[in-house]
Protein backbone atom coordinates (compact mmCIF):
# COMPACT_ATOMS: atom_id res chain seq x y z
CA UNK A 1 0.00 0.00 0.00
CA UNK A 2 1.51 3.45 -0.49
CA UNK A 3 2.02 5.78 1.53
CA UNK A 4 -0.60 9.39 1.85
CA UNK A 5 1.05 11.70 -1.33
CA UNK A 6 2.57 15.04 -0.61
CA UNK A 7 3.87 17.30 -3.31
CA UNK A 8 6.71 20.02 -2.40
CA UNK A 9 6.57 23.18 -4.52
CA UNK A 10 10.68 24.65 -4.66
CA UNK A 11 13.74 22.38 -4.44
CA UNK A 12 15.62 25.25 -1.78
CA UNK A 13 16.74 24.08 1.44
CA UNK A 14 12.73 23.41 2.99
CA UNK A 15 12.34 21.49 0.05
CA UNK A 16 15.07 19.14 -0.06
CA UNK A 17 14.62 18.96 3.86
CA UNK A 18 10.52 18.50 3.96
CA UNK A 19 11.38 15.69 1.21
CA UNK A 20 14.28 13.55 3.67
CA UNK A 21 11.63 13.88 6.78
CA UNK A 22 8.52 12.91 4.34
CA UNK A 23 10.08 9.97 2.94
CA UNK A 24 11.37 8.93 6.48
CA UNK A 25 7.43 8.97 7.31
CA UNK A 26 6.31 6.62 4.51
CA UNK A 27 5.42 9.48 2.76
CA UNK A 28 5.12 9.15 -1.24
CA UNK A 29 6.84 12.53 -2.24
CA UNK A 30 6.99 14.53 -5.65
CA UNK A 31 8.95 17.92 -5.78
CA UNK A 32 8.38 20.14 -8.35
CA UNK A 33 10.15 23.09 -9.58
CA UNK A 34 9.58 26.13 -11.37
CA UNK A 35 13.11 26.65 -12.02
CA UNK A 36 16.24 24.84 -12.52
CA UNK A 37 16.99 21.96 -9.84
CA UNK A 38 21.15 21.68 -8.80
CA UNK A 39 22.69 18.18 -9.73
CA UNK A 40 23.27 17.87 -5.90
CA UNK A 41 19.84 17.82 -5.19
CA UNK A 42 19.03 16.01 -8.06
CA UNK A 43 21.02 13.30 -6.83
CA UNK A 44 19.54 13.49 -3.50
CA UNK A 45 15.91 12.91 -4.63
CA UNK A 46 17.12 10.39 -6.85
CA UNK A 47 18.78 8.59 -3.71
CA UNK A 48 15.62 9.07 -1.54
CA UNK A 49 13.41 7.72 -4.72
CA UNK A 50 11.51 10.72 -4.89
CA UNK A 51 10.37 11.65 -7.92
CA UNK A 52 10.74 15.55 -9.09
CA UNK A 53 10.02 17.89 -11.81
CA UNK A 54 11.87 21.13 -12.99
CA UNK A 55 11.45 24.08 -14.91
CA UNK A 56 7.48 23.91 -14.93
CA UNK A 57 4.81 22.80 -12.44
CA UNK A 58 2.52 20.21 -14.01
CA UNK A 59 -0.94 20.86 -11.96
CA UNK A 60 -2.37 17.10 -13.00
CA UNK A 61 0.55 15.20 -10.42
CA UNK A 62 -0.87 17.11 -7.87
CA UNK A 63 -4.17 16.65 -7.58
CA UNK A 64 -4.34 13.28 -5.98
CA UNK A 65 -2.08 14.89 -3.33
CA UNK A 66 -2.84 15.00 0.80
CA UNK A 67 -0.47 17.93 1.41
CA UNK A 68 1.31 20.56 -0.59
CA UNK A 69 4.11 22.22 1.04
CA UNK A 70 4.73 25.47 -0.20
CA UNK A 71 8.69 26.74 -0.16
CA UNK A 72 8.09 30.38 1.79
CA UNK A 73 10.20 31.92 -1.61
CA UNK A 74 6.59 31.21 -3.20
CA UNK A 75 3.70 33.56 -3.30
CA UNK A 76 0.40 32.61 -2.44
CA UNK A 77 -1.20 34.64 -5.38
CA UNK A 78 0.22 32.54 -8.16
CA UNK A 79 -2.37 31.03 -10.28
CA UNK A 80 -0.91 27.47 -9.25
CA UNK A 81 -1.45 27.82 -5.44
CA UNK A 82 -4.73 29.19 -6.13
CA UNK A 83 -5.79 25.83 -8.28
CA UNK A 84 -4.38 23.43 -5.90
CA UNK A 85 -6.45 25.24 -2.58
CA UNK A 86 -9.55 24.93 -5.33
CA UNK A 87 -8.89 21.49 -4.85
CA UNK A 88 -9.50 21.25 -1.35
CA UNK A 89 -5.90 19.88 -0.74
CA UNK A 90 -4.28 21.75 2.32
CA UNK A 91 -1.04 23.94 1.70
CA UNK A 92 1.02 24.05 4.44
CA UNK A 93 4.60 25.24 5.20
CA UNK A 94 7.31 23.70 5.96
CA UNK A 95 7.37 24.44 9.65
CA UNK A 96 3.85 22.93 9.99
CA UNK A 97 4.87 19.82 8.33
CA UNK A 98 7.91 19.07 10.46
CA UNK A 99 5.92 20.55 13.74
CA UNK A 100 3.98 17.24 13.67
CA UNK A 101 6.74 15.25 14.07
CA UNK A 102 8.51 16.20 16.83
CA UNK A 103 7.75 16.78 20.41
CA UNK A 104 10.56 19.13 21.22
CA UNK A 105 10.06 22.68 23.26
CA UNK A 106 10.06 25.38 20.08
CA UNK A 107 10.85 29.01 20.33
CA UNK A 108 9.97 30.89 17.23
CA UNK A 109 11.41 34.38 16.65
CA UNK A 110 9.90 36.60 13.42
CA UNK A 111 9.79 39.92 12.90
CA UNK A 112 10.99 42.22 10.47
CA UNK A 113 14.86 43.19 11.89
CA UNK A 114 16.66 41.55 14.35
CA UNK A 115 15.45 38.11 14.07
CA UNK A 116 18.49 36.40 12.95
CA UNK A 117 20.57 37.90 15.56
CA UNK A 118 17.77 37.06 18.14
CA UNK A 119 18.02 33.81 17.18
CA UNK A 120 21.67 32.83 17.47
CA UNK A 121 22.22 34.83 20.37
CA UNK A 122 19.34 33.00 21.81
CA UNK A 123 20.85 29.78 20.47
CA UNK A 124 24.01 30.49 22.24
CA UNK A 125 22.74 31.07 25.86
CA UNK A 126 20.78 27.76 25.63
CA UNK A 127 23.93 26.09 24.19
CA UNK A 128 26.08 27.43 26.42
CA UNK A 129 24.06 26.69 28.88
CA UNK A 130 23.73 22.79 28.03
CA UNK A 131 20.62 22.15 26.52
CA UNK A 132 20.31 19.76 23.47
CA UNK A 133 19.22 22.40 21.01
CA UNK A 134 19.71 23.34 17.18
CA UNK A 135 19.26 26.59 15.67
CA UNK A 136 17.08 26.16 11.94
CA UNK A 137 14.34 27.68 10.13
CA UNK A 138 14.49 30.61 8.21
CA UNK A 139 18.73 30.66 9.54
CA UNK A 140 21.06 27.90 8.14
CA UNK A 141 19.36 24.66 8.42
CA UNK A 142 16.00 23.34 7.45
CA UNK A 143 14.14 22.48 10.57
CA UNK A 144 12.52 19.07 8.67
CA UNK A 145 15.99 18.15 7.94
CA UNK A 146 16.64 18.55 11.64
CA UNK A 147 13.63 16.79 12.69
CA UNK A 148 14.42 14.17 10.38
CA UNK A 149 18.21 13.53 11.15
CA UNK A 150 18.83 14.61 14.62
CA UNK A 151 15.30 15.26 16.87
CA UNK A 152 16.76 17.78 19.14
CA UNK A 153 14.58 18.41 23.03
CA UNK A 154 14.91 22.28 21.88
CA UNK A 155 14.47 24.39 18.42
CA UNK A 156 15.41 27.71 17.90
CA UNK A 157 13.22 28.59 14.56
CA UNK A 158 14.03 32.00 12.96
CA UNK A 159 10.52 32.12 10.81
CA UNK A 160 9.37 34.40 8.19
CA UNK A 161 6.12 35.86 7.63
CA UNK A 162 5.99 33.64 4.61
CA UNK A 163 6.18 30.49 6.64
CA UNK A 164 4.03 31.45 9.15
CA UNK A 165 1.47 32.27 6.05
CA UNK A 166 0.87 28.74 5.60
CA UNK A 167 0.27 27.31 9.24
CA UNK A 168 -2.43 25.10 11.06
CA UNK A 169 -1.32 24.06 14.11
CA UNK A 170 2.32 25.28 14.83
CA UNK A 171 2.65 26.57 17.89
CA UNK A 172 5.80 27.75 19.69
CA UNK A 173 6.31 26.96 23.55
CA UNK A 174 7.76 30.40 23.21
CA UNK A 175 7.34 33.00 20.46
CA UNK A 176 9.32 35.91 19.91
CA UNK A 177 8.15 39.09 17.38
CA UNK A 178 11.18 41.64 17.79
CA UNK A 179 9.65 44.59 15.50
CA UNK A 180 7.27 45.39 12.34
CA UNK A 181 8.56 47.69 10.14
CA UNK A 182 6.90 47.80 6.34
CA UNK A 183 8.63 44.94 4.57
CA UNK A 184 7.46 42.49 1.75
CA UNK A 185 4.56 44.70 1.58
CA UNK A 186 5.04 43.24 -2.51
CA UNK A 187 3.23 40.05 -1.22
CA UNK A 188 1.07 41.51 1.27
CA UNK A 189 -0.85 43.68 -1.74
CA UNK A 190 0.72 46.69 -0.33
CA UNK A 191 -1.52 46.04 3.00
CA UNK A 192 0.79 46.56 6.05
CA UNK A 193 -2.31 45.62 8.10
CA UNK A 194 -1.92 42.03 6.24
CA UNK A 195 1.54 41.72 6.84
CA UNK A 196 1.09 42.44 10.78
CA UNK A 197 -1.52 39.59 10.73
CA UNK A 198 0.61 37.44 9.40
CA UNK A 199 3.78 37.89 12.11
CA UNK A 200 0.75 37.34 14.48
CA UNK A 201 0.31 33.90 13.37
CA UNK A 202 3.10 33.09 15.79
CA UNK A 203 0.74 33.04 18.45
CA UNK A 204 -2.29 31.64 17.02
CA UNK A 205 -2.25 28.02 18.74
CA UNK A 206 -0.71 29.08 21.97
CA UNK A 207 -2.19 27.86 24.75
CA UNK A 208 -2.10 29.51 28.90
CA UNK A 209 1.48 27.57 29.05
CA UNK A 210 3.02 29.28 26.16
CA UNK A 211 4.62 32.92 26.41
CA UNK A 212 4.33 35.91 23.59
CA UNK A 213 7.55 37.93 23.98
CA UNK A 214 6.98 41.32 21.98
CA UNK A 215 8.81 44.91 21.90
CA UNK A 216 6.79 47.19 23.71
CA UNK A 217 8.20 50.07 21.98
CA UNK A 218 7.18 49.19 18.50
CA UNK A 219 3.84 51.20 18.71
CA UNK A 220 2.17 49.11 15.88
CA UNK A 221 2.98 45.61 17.43
CA UNK A 222 1.94 47.25 20.66
CA UNK A 223 -1.31 47.92 19.93
CA UNK A 224 -1.85 44.90 17.41
CA UNK A 225 -1.00 42.64 20.65
CA UNK A 226 -3.32 44.19 23.30
CA UNK A 227 -5.76 43.80 20.59
CA UNK A 228 -6.00 39.95 19.99
CA UNK A 229 -7.43 37.32 22.09
CA UNK A 230 -5.47 34.67 23.07
CA UNK A 231 -4.64 32.68 26.41
CA UNK A 232 -0.86 32.70 26.35
CA UNK A 233 1.23 35.00 28.40
CA UNK A 234 2.62 38.28 27.00
CA UNK A 235 5.79 39.68 28.09
CA UNK A 236 7.07 42.92 26.54
CA UNK A 237 10.92 44.19 25.79
CA UNK A 238 12.14 47.28 25.24
CA UNK A 239 13.14 50.44 27.00
CA UNK A 240 9.79 52.19 27.85
CA UNK A 241 8.16 50.26 29.90
CA UNK A 242 8.44 49.18 33.61
CA UNK A 243 5.67 46.63 35.17
CA UNK A 244 5.40 42.87 35.78
CA UNK A 245 5.66 40.51 32.93
CA UNK A 246 8.78 43.00 31.50
CA UNK A 247 11.87 43.43 30.38
CA UNK A 248 14.41 46.64 30.23
CA UNK A 249 17.43 48.38 30.51
CA UNK A 250 18.35 50.18 34.06
CA UNK A 251 21.96 51.00 34.82
CA UNK A 252 23.43 48.72 32.02
CA UNK A 253 21.60 46.11 33.34
CA UNK A 254 18.49 44.09 31.51
CA UNK A 255 16.44 43.61 34.10
CA UNK A 256 13.64 40.78 33.37
CA UNK A 257 10.57 40.95 35.55
CA UNK A 258 7.94 38.22 35.65
CA UNK A 259 4.93 36.94 38.45
CA UNK A 260 7.95 35.16 39.72
CA UNK A 261 10.79 36.87 40.30
CA UNK A 262 13.31 39.81 38.52
CA UNK A 263 16.67 39.17 37.42
CA UNK A 264 18.87 41.84 36.65
CA UNK A 265 22.04 40.96 33.97
CA UNK A 266 25.10 43.40 33.69
CA UNK A 267 25.44 44.33 30.06
CA UNK A 268 28.40 46.46 30.20
CA UNK A 269 30.39 44.47 28.88
CA UNK A 270 28.34 43.40 25.74
CA UNK A 271 30.26 43.24 22.43
CA UNK A 272 27.48 44.10 20.02
CA UNK A 273 26.77 47.76 19.75
CA UNK A 274 23.67 49.76 19.07
CA UNK A 275 19.90 50.34 20.90
CA UNK A 276 18.69 48.26 18.17
CA UNK A 277 20.73 45.02 19.64
CA UNK A 278 20.11 45.74 23.12
CA UNK A 279 16.70 45.00 21.99
CA UNK A 280 17.62 41.56 20.72
CA UNK A 281 19.67 41.02 23.64
CA UNK A 282 16.94 41.69 26.03
CA UNK A 283 14.47 39.67 23.95
CA UNK A 284 17.09 36.43 23.83
CA UNK A 285 17.85 36.91 27.49
CA UNK A 286 14.14 36.44 28.72
CA UNK A 287 13.70 33.46 26.40
CA UNK A 288 16.39 32.03 28.40
CA UNK A 289 15.26 33.06 31.78
CA UNK A 290 11.75 31.81 30.88
CA UNK A 291 13.73 28.24 30.68
CA UNK A 292 15.35 28.44 33.69
CA UNK A 293 18.66 29.51 32.94
CA UNK A 294 21.20 31.48 35.32
CA UNK A 295 21.87 34.99 34.86
CA UNK A 296 25.48 34.15 35.23
CA UNK A 297 25.12 32.13 32.01
CA UNK A 298 23.36 34.37 30.05
CA UNK A 299 25.61 37.29 30.73
CA UNK A 300 28.63 35.07 29.62
CA UNK A 301 26.91 34.12 26.40
CA UNK A 302 26.41 37.73 25.87
CA UNK A 303 29.85 38.39 26.68
CA UNK A 304 31.11 35.82 24.27
CA UNK A 305 28.73 36.37 21.27
CA UNK A 306 30.02 37.61 18.10
CA UNK A 307 27.17 38.64 15.55
CA UNK A 308 25.76 37.58 12.82
CA UNK A 309 27.71 37.21 9.55
CA UNK A 310 26.60 40.03 6.72
CA UNK A 311 25.28 42.21 9.96
CA UNK A 312 27.03 45.35 10.81
CA UNK A 313 30.23 42.72 10.10
CA UNK A 314 33.43 44.62 10.10
CA UNK A 315 35.92 43.80 7.47
CA UNK A 316 39.18 45.16 7.01
CA UNK A 317 40.79 48.88 7.65
CA UNK A 318 42.39 50.09 4.63
CA UNK A 319 44.92 53.69 5.29
CA UNK A 320 42.37 54.32 8.31
CA UNK A 321 39.19 53.55 6.40
CA UNK A 322 36.75 51.00 7.80
CA UNK A 323 34.66 48.99 5.60
CA UNK A 324 31.78 47.68 7.06
CA UNK A 325 29.43 44.57 5.33
CA UNK A 326 25.66 45.03 6.37
CA UNK A 327 24.39 42.96 3.07
CA UNK A 328 21.65 41.75 5.34
CA UNK A 329 19.97 44.64 5.72
CA UNK A 330 17.57 44.07 2.90
CA UNK A 331 15.29 46.84 3.97
CA UNK A 332 14.68 50.27 5.12
CA UNK A 333 14.18 49.97 9.19
CA UNK A 334 17.27 47.62 9.20
CA UNK A 335 19.91 50.63 6.92
CA UNK A 336 18.29 53.06 9.58
CA UNK A 337 19.65 50.84 12.26
CA UNK A 338 22.92 50.56 10.42
CA UNK A 339 23.35 54.32 9.88
CA UNK A 340 22.25 54.99 13.49
CA UNK A 341 25.26 53.13 14.54
CA UNK A 342 27.67 55.21 12.18
CA UNK A 343 29.95 57.65 14.05
CA UNK A 344 31.85 59.25 11.24
CA UNK A 345 31.46 60.45 8.02
CA UNK A 346 30.08 57.79 5.81
CA UNK A 347 30.12 56.18 2.09
CA UNK A 348 27.06 54.08 1.71
CA UNK A 349 26.72 51.42 -0.99
CA UNK A 350 22.81 51.01 -1.39
CA UNK A 351 20.32 49.56 -4.09
CA UNK A 352 18.90 46.14 -5.39
CA UNK A 353 15.41 44.92 -5.56
CA UNK A 354 13.25 47.51 -3.89
CA UNK A 355 10.48 46.00 -2.04
CA UNK A 356 8.23 48.72 -1.87
CA UNK A 357 10.68 51.04 0.14
CA UNK A 358 9.54 54.12 1.70
CA UNK A 359 13.21 56.20 2.07
CA UNK A 360 11.59 59.38 3.54
CA UNK A 361 12.77 57.80 7.46
CA UNK A 362 16.21 57.77 6.65
CA UNK A 363 16.41 61.55 5.47
CA UNK A 364 17.72 62.69 8.43
CA UNK A 365 20.20 60.26 9.01
CA UNK A 366 22.08 60.93 5.49
CA UNK A 367 22.00 64.34 6.43
CA UNK A 368 24.02 63.75 9.00
CA UNK A 369 26.36 60.83 8.44
CA UNK A 370 26.75 59.68 4.65
CA UNK A 371 29.14 61.97 2.27
CA UNK A 372 28.33 60.31 -0.53
CA UNK A 373 26.09 57.65 -2.07
CA UNK A 374 26.42 55.01 -4.67
CA UNK A 375 23.93 52.97 -6.45
CA UNK A 376 24.33 49.08 -6.79
CA UNK A 377 21.16 47.54 -8.67
CA UNK A 378 19.63 47.29 -11.65
CA UNK A 379 17.42 50.02 -11.60
CA UNK A 380 18.75 52.79 -9.10
CA UNK A 381 16.02 55.66 -9.85
CA UNK A 382 13.97 55.26 -7.02
CA UNK A 383 16.96 55.54 -5.02
CA UNK A 384 18.19 58.45 -6.97
CA UNK A 385 14.77 60.41 -6.63
CA UNK A 386 14.63 59.86 -3.09
CA UNK A 387 18.31 61.02 -2.09
CA UNK A 388 19.18 63.74 -4.87
CA UNK A 389 18.51 66.68 -3.41
CA UNK A 390 19.75 65.78 -0.62
CA UNK A 391 23.06 64.43 -0.90
CA UNK A 392 26.14 65.95 -2.94
CA UNK A 393 27.45 62.83 -4.32
CA UNK A 394 25.68 60.23 -6.17
CA UNK A 395 27.41 57.60 -8.35
CA UNK A 396 25.57 54.56 -10.21
CA UNK A 397 27.84 51.59 -10.75
CA UNK A 398 26.96 47.79 -11.80
CA UNK A 399 29.65 45.54 -10.19
CA UNK A 400 30.75 45.27 -6.55
CA UNK A 401 33.92 45.31 -7.30
CA UNK A 402 33.47 48.96 -9.27
CA UNK A 403 31.59 50.04 -6.22
CA UNK A 404 34.70 49.48 -3.46
CA UNK A 405 37.19 50.39 -6.10
CA UNK A 406 34.69 54.11 -6.27
CA UNK A 407 33.98 54.07 -2.57
CA UNK A 408 37.94 53.91 -1.42
CA UNK A 409 38.60 56.77 -3.73
CA UNK A 410 35.55 59.13 -2.62
CA UNK A 411 36.41 58.06 1.59
CA UNK A 412 39.07 59.76 3.27
CA UNK A 413 40.86 58.90 6.51
CA UNK A 414 38.58 57.84 10.14
CA UNK A 415 35.42 57.66 7.54
CA UNK A 416 33.68 54.07 6.50
CA UNK A 417 31.99 52.56 3.66
CA UNK A 418 29.15 50.79 4.23
CA UNK A 419 27.06 48.67 2.49
CA UNK A 420 23.99 48.47 3.42
CA UNK A 421 21.53 48.15 0.35
CA UNK A 422 17.96 47.83 2.09
CA UNK A 423 17.01 46.14 -0.89
CA UNK A 424 16.73 42.57 -1.94
CA UNK A 425 20.05 41.03 -3.98
CA UNK A 426 18.31 39.09 -6.84
CA UNK A 427 18.88 41.86 -9.31
CA UNK A 428 22.73 41.10 -9.42
CA UNK A 429 23.71 38.73 -6.82
CA UNK A 430 22.36 35.34 -5.56
CA UNK A 431 21.50 36.35 -2.49
CA UNK A 432 22.48 38.35 0.55
CA UNK A 433 25.45 36.24 1.47
CA UNK A 434 26.71 36.03 -1.99
CA UNK A 435 26.77 39.90 -2.08
CA UNK A 436 27.98 40.45 1.32
CA UNK A 437 30.96 37.84 0.12
CA UNK A 438 31.59 39.85 -2.50
CA UNK A 439 31.86 43.05 -0.74
CA UNK A 440 34.13 41.57 1.68
CA UNK A 441 36.34 39.76 -1.61
CA UNK A 442 36.91 43.26 -3.47
CA UNK A 443 37.68 45.02 -0.22
CA UNK A 444 40.49 42.84 0.09
CA UNK A 445 41.57 43.11 -3.50
CA UNK A 446 42.10 47.16 -2.85
Not at 240 to 261: A, F, G, L, R, S
Request: with cysteine.
Amino acid sequence: MMGEKIVILGAGESGKGTAILAKKKGFQVFVSDQGSISQPTKNLFDRLEVEWEENTHTLSKMKDAQYIMKSPGISQAIPLVQSLEAFDIPVVSEIEFASKYTNATLIGITGSNGKTTTAMLTYQILNDAGFDVTLAGNIGKSFAKEVAENDSQFYVLEISSFQLDNIVNFSPHIGVITNITPDHLDRYNDDFGQYLKSKLCINENQTERDFLLFNGDDPELNTAVQNIITDSQLHQFGFQNKNTNTTYIENDHIVIETQKNKTMIDTMEFSLKGRHNLLNAMAASTVAHLLEVSKETIRESLLNFKGAPHRLEPVLKIQNIRYINDSKATNVNAVYFALESMSAPTVWIVGGVDKGNDYGMLYPLVREKVKAIICLGVDNQKIIDAFQPITDLMVETQSMKEAVLIANKIAQKNENVLLSPGCASFDLFQNYEDRGNQFKQAVKEL
